[in-house]
């Protein structure tokens, strides 16, 4: 088994060790699952999460409409006069706009039309997203399309392949042959998909080399496999991060995606970002969202909070 | 482990229909400016528990007063208010409880079936689930211990203990060792602040699944749950008499303890009044059991997953406020991990919110009395003054109430007094160690040996540890793990019997055909 990375050519790194008390993790998610987050700080880590969410749609019956209609919503997740409408009398502060979001390469280019003028972010999956198991150059191609038409953020995902066979150098060199494709300029997330490569260890494994292969966020699962991000996963990574960060002085970015469908699961995560990793990484450039459904919840949680009454249903819009 | 009921209810619900409208004062707003920090919006229980401003006894089941008619006072050590006065037991009354306890083991619960004994004590353990939340709050505020460990640990252990004991009361026969087992009689049980009503369930589940009938007295700062229990004991239709409870200070425990109608007696307290006992004991061929001091200890290797080994040394300084007898009085760590460690050990401590012990975050409550908060801060004083080098947080604490923010001895020497007596509070003295052995030495070195935890992501250590350590529990990686199915106790000076599990009964039952 390789014990040696080559970061450079003629500079090694040894795989670090890991020490992981995978009980005391789980019991610490259950820490943060029970903080009672209320009031002013409950409609504080709402606003957050809005921004932090990259909306997602990664479908085989995308078309340039839903394209369309979803970067629509991203600008705008509520508008105003219907806020007004609604809650005449209150006084509802406007609602940021969420951070990305995220299509296969095919749709970068309707998508950056149709948030022109807007500050959120195309992000495209590339690399043979979902499962990855495509050649080096087709992984090289399609980040190219996606960089070409355009896309702010490249979700890549890792050769699991590679990974599970002990072949670590080639999930690191693959990474970082991505992340020289998209300069300085573009944000690279990497997708571990956690739910493939197992236990802590190699979760804690897959992470370093990311990072280590200068991914600028890490990111658990594509969201195509029953096993999407869980709480321990993501706790486990933002170790990860933190041990990351103190020994290079590198901030790196979260992203839990998939499975993430209401907003008091957002707060249970962002609870445990700020407690974990601290004020500075509350911010869109290091934690986002995966999601779809999740936008909604927020939303509607930001209303009752607000205007202090639930909306009637069909208030939100469902693209 | 038992769900507390109430936990869901509690929660202010994102879902439709939980929200009642207008019952926000204002509505709020959110500036860009704003984030989300830490410490949160104060998220206070809001159940109102109605406390009568004089308690009352439990004696042969009815509530009475005192005989003479003194009473002490019981103050929320977070706000220093008085809550209530709870009697002071005279001489009449312990005679009184005494003399129902045995009335009713000899006309009621001896004659019972056991199965039926079963039975009564698994309505105590649900009728304790039904009203967790209250009881929480409770604990809270007579205590000052953080609602979350009242509601999440103290309630569910306690419950749990009654439904596990109650399971055992038609079955003792099949106990190993014994033949044709019988209850003692009397048994009087003192037990100390900490915990009062979970530590009123170790002792009184197992002592009652046995067929023995109980005189229980809580200490006098920590009164209030126990009476409730006794209100709920007697909900749940025990027999009048089974379990009597009552209260009073210092010298009511030795009265009571020296009543020529008691067979068993079960105290947890200090070493001083332990020795008083045994000495008692010896001539009047009384049944004892202690639980006395603890000096427990953090063991921490260097390939240890530091961020847990740190939650769990954090959990055990908040955990009734470091008075926990086995939560880890002393941390041992390898000298070659000890600076990185302590650092993030610091960084974390800083994060504690310190304060309102009804605040659902609050993670470290009030110290319960004044004199106890003089004699935690005398101890850190004389710590910093032998050279252990003290490290406190800069964390606000509220103004009022007996708050201890916690404190860290970051180089202390097998010599210093901080490291040979009980700490009891939320104060942690951090000594090193080379090697294995010199751990597993410097952890005996000490007169009370209560429990240990060992980190290590190395099995083989594990085990070599776990083999080695004379403690009554060894946690593997983990700090505060109780079941009511484990047995848990001490070396010598710590006490004397287990308790908890199989071997919790065995202190409450004799051999018939001896």
Known sequence: MQRVLTVRAGVTKPLPSFRICRAGVNERVHDFCSRKIIGQSRLNALYQAIRMVDLTTLEGCDTAGKIRQLCAKARTPLSDPIIREQFPLKNIPALPAVAAVCVYPEWVACAKKALEGSSVKVASVATGFPAGQVNRSIRQEDTRQALDAGADEIDMVINRGAFLSGDYQKVYDEIAEIRELCGEQVRLKVILETGEIGDAENIRLASWLAMEAGADFIKTSTGKIPAASSMSVSLHMLYGIREFFRSNGRKIGMKPAGGIRSAKEAIHYLTMLLETLGEEWLHPDYFRFGASTLLNDLLREVMILSAGTDPYPGFFSVE | ?514
């Open chain 2, 1 to 514: 482990m038992h769900s507390v009921p109430d936990k869901q209810t509690a929660e202010v619900g994102p879902h439709i229909g939980t929200h009642k409208p207008g019952n926000l004062k204002q509505a709020l707003a959110v500036s860009s400016k704003d984030l989300f920090r830490n410490p949160y919006d104060a998220a206070p229980d809001t159940m109102k528990i109605d406390i009568s401003t004089r308690q009352q006894m439990l004696i042969g089941g009815n509530f009475r007063p005192p005989g003479e008619e003194t009473y002490l006072a019981t103050y929320n050590p977070a706000t220093e208010e008085l809550l209530s006065q709870i009697p002071l037991a005279g001489e009449r009354d312990i005679d009184d409880a005494v003399m129902a306890a045995q009335r009713s083991y000899k006309k009621a619960w001896s004659g019972i079936k056991p199965g039926k004994r079963g039975e009564f004590l698994f309505r105590v353990a649900r009728l304790l689930q039904e009203r967790a939340r209250e009881f929480a709050v409770l604990a809270s505020m007579d205590e000052g211990k953080a609602i979350r460990e009242s509601r999440d640990t103290d309630l569910p252990l306690a419950a749990a203990h009654f439904f596990y004991y109650a399971g055992w009361a038609d079955k003792l026969e099949y106990l190993p060792g014994f033949r044709s087992p019988r209850p003692l009689g009397v048994c009087a049980q003192l037990i100390p602040w900490n915990s009062a009503l979970l530590m009123a369930a170790w002792k009184l589940a197992p002592a009652l699944a046995a067929g023995n009938t109980v005189v229980l007295k809580p200490s006098e700062s920590s009164s209030l749950t126990v009476l409730r229990l006794g209100e709920l004991i007697r909900e749940a239709g025990l027999p009048d008499g089974v379990v009597n409870i009552i209260t009073g200070d210092d010298s009511t425990g030795s009265n009571l303890v020296r009543h020529p109608g008691i067979q068993h007696i079960a105290f947890s307290g200090s070493r001083a009044t332990g020795r008083e006992l045994a000495a008692i004991c010896g001539t009047s061929g009384q049944r004892l059991s202690l639980k006395l001091r603890g000096s427990s200890v953090h063991i921490v290797f260097r390939d240890a997953d530091p961020d847990q080994a740190i939650e769990a040394l954090v959990r055990a300084l908040c955990l009734s406020q470091g008075y926990i007898y086995c939560s880890g009085s002393r941390l041992l760590i390898e000298e070659a991990f000890a600076e990185e460690f302590t650092e993030r050990l610091k960084e974390r401590i800083c994060q504690l919110r310190v304060g309102n012990p009804l605040d659902q975050n609050t993670e470290l409550g009030a110290i319960h009395s004044r004199k106890q908060l003089e004699r935690i801060r005398a101890l850190i004083r004389t710590g910093a003054e032998e050279g252990g080098g003290l490290w406190e947080p800069e964390i606000r604490i509220p103004d009022q109430g007996w708050f201890c923010p916690p404190a860290i001895l970051s180089s202390v020497a097998p010599g210093h007094t901080v490291y040979r007596t009980e700490t009891a509070g939320p104060l942690l003295p951090i000594t090193t160690f080379r090697t294995a052995d010199e751990a597993i030495r410097k952890a005996h070195d000490s007169p009370y040996s209560l429990a240990a935890a060992v980190w290590t992501s190395h099995p083989e250590r594990l085990h070599y540890m776990a083999s080695e350590l004379r403690c009554g529990v060894i946690w593997a990686n983990s700090n505060n793990r109780f079941d009511p199915s484990a047995p848990c106790g001490a070396y010598p000076e710590s006490g004397w019997g287990r308790e908890g599990g199989m071997h919790g009964l065995y202190p409450y039952l004799e051999d018939g055909q001896e």
